[in-house]
């Protein structure tokens, strides 16, 4: 089946730059999301996203506006009805995501691919959710969408060869990278590297070892990462990588090595959660 029209679900940091890569290289995009003002901000990150384009040259206007033109923003569910392939990018939560596939499940046809941007959780899980396990894949894009290339795909317990073929396709087709995930497990490769390396980089700033500064300075400069580990909970939300790491607690058999750190949880329980407050680890200490 060919491509012509893409749903994305969710229209917040990581919906809305899969939408715009979308419509950048040719799709017709429908991206939903649960209240107008949401969908409306993701549209204005993704004008935004544009117009630092044309401004660097990277782009002309034509393109910026080509590109807008083909993205319809909604809150309806029934508006992804025809499209041939679905992204979800909602929160980070299991039953909202199950939720959300039974939904599109009932909706789409049943030759369309559901894939999942999940950080972390289970593919086979969320498939089973489905009557068509078989089209449900994991698509891991990173944050910010248009600026990365990887995209890891995730093959669940029932996941198609055809499925993992026709979106190892797209990514391609989208700019990016694909690396194939074999193996349906918590974290897949970037995250299960990562988050470890977040945690124990909290717990050096628990333990009075070194300053939150420090520890990113250390980290740009001794390994060469563009962000240091506190830098880059503020960007991509420090919620998220608290649902990740326990999420990796209780599905690894509850190791020692996965549990969350105190200063961690504090934080997002009172919902200095970085990218979406404007606070995070620079305004928490
Ligand atoms: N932020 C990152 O760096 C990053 C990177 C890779 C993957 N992810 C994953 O991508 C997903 C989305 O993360 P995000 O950072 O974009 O979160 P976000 O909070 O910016 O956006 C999520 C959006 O989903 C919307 N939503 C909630 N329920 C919905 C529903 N039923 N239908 C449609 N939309 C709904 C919310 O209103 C919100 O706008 C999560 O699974 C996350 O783990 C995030």
């Known amino acids: ?126 498939g089973a959710a489905t009557k068509r396990p078989n089209k449900v894949v994991g698509m891991h894009f990173f944050n910010p969408v248009p600026l990365m290339k990887l995209v890891e795909v995730i093959k669940g317990h029932e996941t198609s060869e055809e499925t993992i073929k026709v979106t190892w396709n797209l990514a391609e087709k989208l700019g990016k990278l694909p690396v194939l995930v074999k193996k349906d497990t918590p974290g897949f490769i970037v995250n299960r590297l990562m988050v470890p390396q977040l945690m124990e980089a909290i717990k050096i700033y628990e333990e009075g070892i070194a300053s939150i500064e420090d520890i990113d300075k250390a980290v740009k400069a001794g390994l060469n990462h563009p962000m240091g580990p506190f830098e880059l909970m503020d960007l991509t939300g420090i919620d998220i990588a608290y649902h990740v790491n326990e999420y990796f607690h209780r599905e690894m058999n509850q190791e020692l090595k996965h549990v969350t750190p105190h200063t961690l949880k504090t934080m997002v329980r009172a919902n200095k959660l970085g990218r979406k407050t404007g606070e995070g680890w620079y305004r928490y200490k």
């Open 1 to 126: 089946m060919e491509i012509e029209r893409i749903g994305i679900l969710g229209a917040g940091a990581m919906g809305s730059g899969i939408a715009q890569v979308c419509a950048q290289v040719g799709y017709e995009v429908v991206m939903r999301d649960i209240a107008d003002e949401f969908v409306q901000r993701g549209l204005k990150n993704i004008e935004g996203f544009l117009s630092k384009g044309v401004e660097k040259g990277k782009l002309s206007e034509k393109d910026k506006e080509e590109a807008l033109g083909r993205i319809k923003g909604t809150t309806e569910v029934s508006d992804l009805k025809d499209v041939d392939f679905v992204i979800e990018a909602v929160l980070e939560d299991l039953e909202l995501k199950k939720q959300v596939f039974r939904e599109m499940d009932d909706l789409t046809r049943p030759e369309v691919i559901l894939a999942t941007n999940t950080s972390s959780m289970s593919i086979t899980e969320i």
